[in-house]
């Protein structure tokens, strides 16, 4: 059995266990894995009629279902600004932490952090696609819907995931985390193909808005050590948020990175002002009523989100890039989801359209893996 470790300390106090979850392999792993521990694990019939089941609104409970639906699929991105091409890993929901931003608190109608236990099952379905088109450059990440390793210790995916991944040349997994839970990558012998990358934010909003995260401290300690087992690493500036002395804050936090990691062995670093449904705007009054995030003016952009102003945008983006830029030239920097026009005012090129983003990133993953 492999043992909990550290895992005991991360808020994770039942496991409520579907009863369509009991038969599968990665149920069996996790039930494994918290033998003799204190989490508790509890079954429950499935909530999908909408009844109230006790634990089910709760960040500090698991909830084991099956998924039905597809593994892989496209990152929803919009037809009305550049996108980056990225196809997710669907392998659950939510997280145990609790950032006030989190958008997906309007995507999901209950914050427990939820995971998908049909997965090895089905992951010969996600080979047949990648395995079916050799010439195509497929980025992968499993960190859009939930954080990719805030559960790794108890869930495992990183065990079997490298090994699917390190042994196809058209893949790579991007492992999207704001923890330090790197024990399960550094455990195993993959490198070639993984990227491991870190939400950054000032360290103002880390402590104010980010509740239940690492702090950016340990963050970058855990960069580093990555770096130094051999792996490619990666960050996202996201979201960026305007708020008291951001230019000092943000400052702070690229002079951390300069510090702790090598720029050299950073296959990319995205940039992305804050943008929420409006829909959000209420829940985060109603479960974060400190939070400062959506106070101050948004216009409503073309794909329905609210965002900044254009030219505050433009000129958060233009600060962090050129700051960015005195540290190293050759960052892989780019923007999540902008227009042509806000490109060539903050970084002065465009990839122009989704393609050509898709292009720049295919390369970077070409300069870094070969
Ligand atoms: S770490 Fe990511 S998934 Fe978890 S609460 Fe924060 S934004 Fe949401």
């Known amino acids: 059995m492999v043992g909990l470790g550290k895992y005991e300390k991360l808020p994770v106090k039942e496991i409520l266990l579907e009863e369509n979850a009991e038969l599968s392999a990665l149920t069996a792993e996790i039930l494994n894995r918290v033998k003799g521990s204190s989490v508790k694990v509890r079954r429950i019939k499935e909530d999908r009629e909408g009844r109230r089941v006790k634990g089910l609104d709760s960040k500090t409970s698991l909830y084991l279902t099956p998924f039905p639906g597809a593994l892989l699929k496209p990152c929803p991105g919009t037809k009305a600004y550049i996108c980056c091409g990225y196809q997710i890993l669907h392998l659950g929901t939510n997280c145990p932490m609790d950032c006030a931003y989190c958008i997906l608190q309007a995507y999901f109608d209950r914050p427990r952090p939820t995971v998908f236990t049909n997965i090895w099952e089905r992951l010969r379905e996600v080979a047949q696609i990648l395995d ?6 497929f980025r992968l990440g499993t960190g859009e819907f939930m954080d990719s390793l805030a559960l790794d210790p108890l869930v495992g995916w990183s065990r079997t995931l490298m090994p699917f991944v390190s042994s196809r040349k058209n893949t790579i997994l991007e492992f999207k985390t704001k923890t330090d839970r790197i024990e399960g990558l550094l455990s195993s012998d993959s490198r070639d193909r993984i990227v491991v990358s870190w ?22 300690e855990s960069a580093r050590r990555c770096q130094e087992e051999g792996f490619v690493v990666g960050f996202h500036l996201d979201p960026i948020i305007r708020h008291e002395d951001w230019r000092d804050q943000y400052a702070r936090t690229i002079e951390m990175l300069d510090k702790f990691v090598r720029p050299d062995r950073i296959i990319w670093i995205s940039m992305g002002c804050l943008r929420y449904v409006p829909q ?31 030219p505050l945008r433009a000129e958060m983006y233009a600060h962090l890039a050129g700051t960015l830029g005195e540290w190293s030239k050759d ?12 490109w060539l005012e903050s970084l002065g090129w465009s990839p122009m359209d989704s393609a050509g983003l898709s292009a720049y990133l295919d390369e970077r993953v070409a300069k870094l893996f070969g």
């Not at 960052?331 to 806000?342: A, R």
């Open 199 to 220: 939400s950054l934010n000032s360290p103002d909003i880390v402590a104010s808005e980010e509740r239940g995260t690492s702090g950016l401290r340990k963050r970058l």
């Open 132 to 137: 079916a088109q050799p010439a195509r450059v």
């Open 331 to 342: 960052l892989g920097l780019y923007l999540c989801m902008e227009s042509h026009e806000v």
């Open 280 to 310: 959000l705007k209420s829940i985060i009054r109603k479960r974060h009523p400190k939070s400062g995030v959506v106070d101050g003016e948004f216009i409503r952009g073309l794909d329905g989100k609210m965002r900044y102003f254009r």
